[in-house]
């Protein structure tokens, strides 16, 4: 059975830091990459920061470029986000995911376009950021 597991959100002032981390289990034998995701109410789940398979370049959305670090390793099936100056539009439901695809930015965009492959998501951990 696949899990998919986030923790650490929480609630903080803007700029203010928070750090989420994310395990994945029981997984199929194939090649997968993972990245977070967010969603804020009335809008569309976005990626927001991505690794590809065995690492590489990272990829991140414009709005979060020089404040998220992405780490972790995909073949280890663990992912940290470390948020810094946090900002008000920064709140949303942040997920996990794990896909079956190679590039960082073909993962964030598996929110919009699954291109068919296979994916597990987390049940999400919440980040409110208060102005």
């Known amino acids: 059975q696949v899990q998919v597991v986030e923790s650490g959100g929480g609630s903080v002032q803007a700029g203010g830091s928070l750090r989420l981390s994310c395990t994945a289990s029981?997984?199929?034998?194939?090649?997968?990459?993972m990245g977070w995701f967010r969603q804020a109410p009335g809008k569309k789940r976005e990626g927001v920061a991505c690794?590809?398979?065995?690492?590489?370049?990272?990829y991140y959305t414009a709005s979060v470029e020089g404040r998220f670090t992405i780490s972790g390793d995909s073949a280890e099936y663990n992912l940290n986000l470390q948020m810094s100056s946090l900002k008000p539009e920064d709140t949303a439901m942040y997920y996990c995911a794990v896909v079956n695809l190679y590039t960082a930015m073909a993962v964030c965009r598996y929110a919009e376009d699954t291109m068919g492959r296979r994916g597990y998501w987390g049940q999400g951990t919440q980040v409110t950021v208060s102005s």
């Open positions: 029981g997984l199929p034998d194939d090649d997968w990459a």
């Open positions: 690794l590809g398979w065995k690492g590489g370049m990272p």
